[in-house]
């Protein structure tokens, strides 16, 4: 499916302060001509025991990872289609030969400069994102359910809790990444952190 001169979704999203993006997250945030987009390295996976359970539910229908890992090889791939939606594909490796696939969909409603991630048809995460001292942050700010015609927004404490992204320059080709869940009351219930290099 071809995309001659098609903006990324954050290119997109952050407008002017795209410019401030260091050049190894520019490169993870473009897309080809094919609007396509392929990095790989390494991740680590955390999370408390009392998440275990919740996180094999969650599993079942597409949301986030059941394994923890330390330097877990993985690649991510990003295709971007003609209707403006970006399809994630992550693939995670563990030691004893098993793969993790953990899909996603985003879409940017730009009136609003949110990003939605739908991990599974029916529920969706916002986001906001913007350029702080080099970095790219992501806050979230809610999540919605789809049913059929109907999106339902639901409060964060509702659904899994508050999320944050900060990917920063290791280097001009490498790029380090820190995702944290917060729930209230809990505290932190599940992360990944992983340095990466675009392809």
């Known amino acids: 499916m071809k995309q001659q001169n098609k903006k990324s979704l954050m290119q997109q999203a952050l407008g002017e302060q795209w410019h401030q993006l260091p050049l190894a997250l520019q490169a993870h945030y473009n897309n080809n ?11 680590t996976i955390a999370y408390p025991k009392f998440m ?3 996180l094999n ?28 939606t970006q399809y994630w594909h992550r693939l995670i490796q563990y030691p004893d030969g098993t793969t993790i696939a953990f899909k996603s969909r985003f879409t940017l409603d ?12 029916f529920l969706g995460l916002k986001m906001k994102s913007f350029v702080k001292d080099g970095a790219l942050h992501y806050e979230s700010c809610g999540y919605v359910l789809e049913l059929g015609v109907l999106t339902i927004p639901l409060p964060e404490w509702l659904a899994l809790g508050h999320a944050s992204i900060i990917e920063s320059a290791i280097n001009e080709t490498e790029f380090q990444m820190d995702f944290r869940l917060k729930y209230p009351l809990l505290g932190e219930i599940f992360s990944y952190i992983g340095t990466f290099k675009t392809l």
């Open 57 to 84: 539910g969650m599993r079942l229908v597409g949301a986030l990872v059941n394994q923890r890992g330390v330097k877990l090889p993985t690649t991510v791939e990003r295709i971007m289609n003609n209707n403006g």
């Open 52 to 54: 275990q359970w919740p």
């Open 33 to 43: 001509e094919n609007g396509e987009n392929i990095a790989e390295g390494e991740l």
């Open 110 to 121: 730009l009136e609003n400069n949110e990003f939605i991630e739908y991990t599974n048809r």
